[in-house]
């Protein structure tokens, strides 16, 4: 399904009343560090560094891990502020993404491409020349498939943008394996995987929950284009393949009892809730009703657990 780009605001209205004087220094440094969506980063940085101890079998060298996070900081700050740049537009329009720097003015659109730019290549070289290069084409390649595949292709023309679009998401497994090992294996394949199936499942229920911001700017959501009841099965669907897909560790000899016992529990949590939001779905339920953000809050519990039970697991065999 394609859509036709919302027009942007007219020159003058976005930040209007933002004039130089009136940017003070330390509002600033917040509007910079807010363009790289600290919060997103976190959970990025829950992905790599428990894979830094699967790929090591124990404690990773701590400067290798404080250098990684850096450089997975720097990236992903980096796709993010791009892709603040880019969507400046419909941010405009958006309520949740109203408040966004660029769209109130306290950074400028050349400021935020110049920033996010500086961040991606500062990331890259970092990357190359203290972890190691293929960490560094890794990051690169995350955060131009982010910025040019999801942001610029996929994002306003398709109901699958946020299925594709999530494996820049993924890469953090990668790099975080990579970083230890300097070579590629199944354990990170695996777990890349679950990242995959599990990104469509978490975002769909914040999705339905702001689908009328995506209609009103013409970005094709899943929920935009597709009832509740479809939707709560294609997150019914996804969440299946993503548990079973988690418990492929241990038979491969990744992980052991720990491991499969938090991804059994967890996951069996979260096809509860999954079923449980088609049920509601299914019942048509709307509104507060539909409890969709219950999903989307687990989600995040779920996939904090599953990756502390990945570095912890080593020790425990």
Known sequence: MCVTAV??????????????????????????????????????????????????????????????????????????????????DIDALMDRTSQRPVVTGMVSPRECLAFGITLAVAST?????????????????????????YTMILKRRTSQNIVWGGIAGCMPVLIGWTSVTDSMAWAPVILFLVMFFWTPPHYWPLSMKVKDDYARVGVPMLPVVATNKVVAKQIVLYSWVMVGVSLLLTPLGYTGWFYTAVAVLAGGWWLWEAHALQNRAKAEETGAKLKEMRLFHWSITYVSLLFVAVAVDPFLR
Request: glycine share 10%.
């Open 7 to 88: 027009e942007s605001r007219p020159a003058g209205v976005i930040g209007a009343n933002q004039s130089p004087v009136h940017r003070p220094f330390g509002a600033r440094v917040k509007a910079f560090v807010a363009l790289t969506k600290p919060r997103i980063i976190e959970l990025l940085l829950i992905t790599t560094v428990p894979v830094m101890f699967l790929a090591k079998q124990g404690v990773p060298d701590l400067g290798l891990v404080l250098l990684t996070c850096l450089g997975g900081y720097l990236s992903a700050g980096g796709a993010n502020a791009l892709n603040m740049y880019i969507d400046r």
């Open 125 to 149: 070289l970092l990357f190359g020349l203290t972890v190691n290069w293929l960490s560094a084409w890794l990051s690169l390649g995350a955060l131009l498939f982010y910025v040019v595949v």
